[in-house]
């Protein structure tokens, strides 16, 4: 496999970026602008009118062909020199680049991810992975969702090289935590993209608005407002996801 400078990088992402698709065009001439919830009981001090600036852009979607042809191998080499990104591939080979989360986010993901842990420590069904792991679909595409669980007999059925990698499947069960920054629409697809790749369930989580898509094989997609708490039964056995500190 040739390989793949940083300075060959850049200057491919470079180019990508002179000229942004369409969808990209509007995220990066604007900045988001996020109103902080008073407190409902009206003693946390915000004013309503008070906001906050955010300044870190949303997710990007760079065409590097023909340029760059995404390989695995290439991603997987792009991956290793960028560290410090959060990076995906699409089904269309389209490079993704998506900043760093909130505090604010990772908190909220870091107790998600913790409840998913605990029942599978107790249960010992499956492997539970967290943001940084990234699974090849079938239709090509490379995601690292928030949250992911594999039922343990498929997990086994793959080799130790594949394992190493961006494992061969999909997830049983995904989770995404939108950020301020992201675009609803963008990842309500990619939860569909989930299911009809293989996933059995899928939550994709709104914060903000205290929402919960819920997204499952065969069915029609689900709006749950404010919900307490949430059962996965029966995808993961007596799972009962709590959202008292990701509604905090």
């Not at 792009?78 to 410090?84: H, I, T, W």
């Not at 949250?147 to 494992?167: C, G, I, M, N």
């Not at 499947?169 to 992201?182: A, G, R, W």
């Not at 709006?223 to 709590?242: K, S, T």
Request: proline share 8%; net charge negative.
């Amino acid at each position: 496999m040739p390989e793949v400078t940083p300075e060959e990088t850049r200057a491919a992402v470079a180019r990508s970026a002179q000229e942004p698709t369409e969808a990209n065009q509007g995220q990066l001439n604007a900045v988001p602008e996020r109103r902080r919830n008073p407190c409902p009981l009206g003693q946390c001090g915000f004013d309503k009118s008070e906001t906050t600036q955010m300044f870190t852009f949303p997710m990007i979607a760079l065409n590097l062909r023909p340029t760059l042809q995404l390989t695995d191998d290439v991603f997987e080499q792009l991956c290793r020199q960028n560290p410090d990104l959060r990076l995906e591939r699409s089904a269309q080979g389209e490079l993704i680049a998506m900043p760093p989360a909130g505090s604010e986010t990772g908190y909220r993901n870091v107790d998600l991810l913790g409840q998913l842990w605990q029942w599978n420590r107790q249960m010992q069904l499956g492997v539970v992975f967290d943001s940084s792991a990234g699974f090849t679909l079938p239709n090509g595409a490379i995601r690292c969702p928030d949250a992911a669980w594999v039922a343990k007999s498929r997990w086994e059925r793959l080799t130790p090289e594949q394992r190493r990698k961006f494992a061969p499947l999909c997830p049983d069960f995904v989770v995404e935590l939108k950020s301020p920054t992201d675009d609803l629409a963008t990842l309500q697809a990619k939860l569909q993209e989930y299911i009809d790749n293989g996933a059995q369930l899928a939550w994709l989580i709104d914060p903000e608005a205290q929402q919960v898509y819920s997204y499952c094989a065969g069915q029609t997609v689900q709006r749950i407002d404010h919900p307490e708490v949430l059962c996965a039964d029966p995808v993961l056995p007596n799972f009962v996801m709590d959202f008292a500190l990701i509604w905090s």
